[in-house]
């Protein structure tokens, strides 16, 4: 059973960082496509960045050069660094994985940006 549990959430001021992590059992983070989704309140859940089992790395335009996606294939976890946070980020953060083509998500970390 594949299961992922995100942490590392919490309240940042605008400018701060924060760095998120997704801990998985039962599938490899590091052969299987992995990502990041964030989602606010009455909207859809939207991609935020993705390593590919190639290791091919995306971001969405709005937190480029300010996020960073890795991830620890020893620890099978996955890693978001968010740096420069702005108020915009303010979301639930879900960790995805692809296996046997099925999607598995976390159950989500708050992140806050506010003064």
């Known amino acids: 059973q594949v299961q992922l549990v995100e942490s590392g959430g919490g309240l940042a001021q605008p400018g701060e960082s924060l760095r998120l992590s997704c801990v998985a059992s039962?599938?490899?983070?590091?052969?299987?496509?992995v990502g990041w989704y964030r989602q606010v309140p009455g909207k859809q859940r939207d991609w935020v960045a993705a390593?590919?089992?190639?290791?091919?790395?995306s971001y969405i335009d709005p937190v480029k050069g300010r996020f960073t996606i890795s991830r620890d294939s020893a620890k099978n976890t996955l890693y978001l660094q968010m740096n420069s946070l702005k108020p915009e980020d303010t979301a639930v953060y879900y960790c995805?994985?692809?296996?046997?083509?099925?999607?598995?998500w976390g159950q989500g970390t708050q992140v806050s940006v506010s003064a």
């Open positions: 039962g599938a490899s983070i590091r052969f299987n496509d």
């Open positions: 995805k994985l692809r296996f046997r083509s099925r999607d598995y």
């Open positions: 390593i590919s089992s190639g290791n091919i790395i």
